[in-house]
């Protein structure tokens, strides 16, 4: 059981590209967000999503897209990446019947130069 | 809006000694309160939780009161280790209903370094 698993752990990126994070989950939740995390600002919601197929914009979603093709992964997708994006992001999900209690990935950090 | 703060860090402490850290929030409603822990390298992990008023959290030594009538959920320990070296986020959420889906608010964080 390997929980909530997201790659790449790390990367470095050149303003103007893309790339995607990947998320995954093998307990079967319903629920999974993506967070980034900066120094001093805590955790912000990017996205989120509710169901396979589903997603909803959260505190902070411009400049990222996100799809949910199948319930146990969660794409976060940097079409054209800039400074402001150098972060540490973070995959969550959770139970729709238990909305009180997530379960995170370790991390991704990345940086855009 | 809801909103989460976070008493100013770093803390810096020595083994065996006493941790406060103050948690206090801003919410429509009877949020559910949490403090989650992110040691070095990993993501977070919840350390505990309270859903209702006056309802206390614990876990590993650390405890937390759900406090309505001052708004605060403030995480305190009486012996901090070197292990309990941090950082420690304190977060609300809304239950199952309305359109919350469980997402959660969090405070800026708090770095706590415990010195041998």
């Known amino acids: 059981n390997a929980g909530v698993t997201q790659t790449p752990k790390f990367r470095v990126l050149k303003t103007g590209q893309s790339m995607t994070l990947l998320c995954a989950q093998d307990?079967?939740?319903?629920?999974m967000y993506w967070y980034r995390q900066d120094p001093g600002m805590g955790l912000r919601l990017i996205h989120y999503?509710?169901?396979?197929?589903?997603?909803a914009k959260g505190e902070v979603p411009d400049g990222y897209n996100v799809s949910r093709l199948k319930k146990q992964n969660f794409l976060l997708g940097l079409e054209s990446a800039a400074p402001s994006q150098t972060s540490v992001y973070f995959c969550?999900?959770?139970?729709?019947?238990?909305?009180?209690?997530?379960?995170f990935g370790p991390g991704t950090r990345l940086t855009v130069l | 809006g809801n909103s989460v703060t976070q008493m100013e860090g770093p803390v810096t402490l020595s083994e065996e000694a006493f941790l406060t850290i103050n948690c206090t929030y801003t919410?429509?409603?009877?949020?559910?309160l949490f403090w989650y822990v992110q040691y070095p390298g990993e993501g977070l992990q919840l350390l505990l939780k309270?859903?209702?008023?006056?309802d206390k959290g614990s876990n590993k030594g650390f405890e937390a009161t759900y406090r309505k009538e001052t708004t605060s959920f403030h995480l305190e320990k009486g012996s901090v280790q070197v292990s309990d070296s941090a950082v420690y986020f304190c977060?609300?959420?809304?239950?199952?209903?309305?359109?919350?889906?469980?997402?959660?608010?969090f405070g800026q964080g708090t770095i706590l370094t415990v010195h041998p």
């Open positions: 969550a999900s959770g139970l729709w019947s238990r909305t009180d209690t997530q379960y």
């Open positions: 307990m079967n939740h319903e629920y």
């Open positions: 999503s509710v169901g396979e197929g589903t997603t």
């Open positions: 919410a429509t409603g009877y949020p559910s």
């Open positions: 309270a859903t209702k008023a006056d």
């Open positions: 977060a609300l959420t809304f239950n199952a209903g309305g359109t919350s889906y469980g997402k959660l608010t």
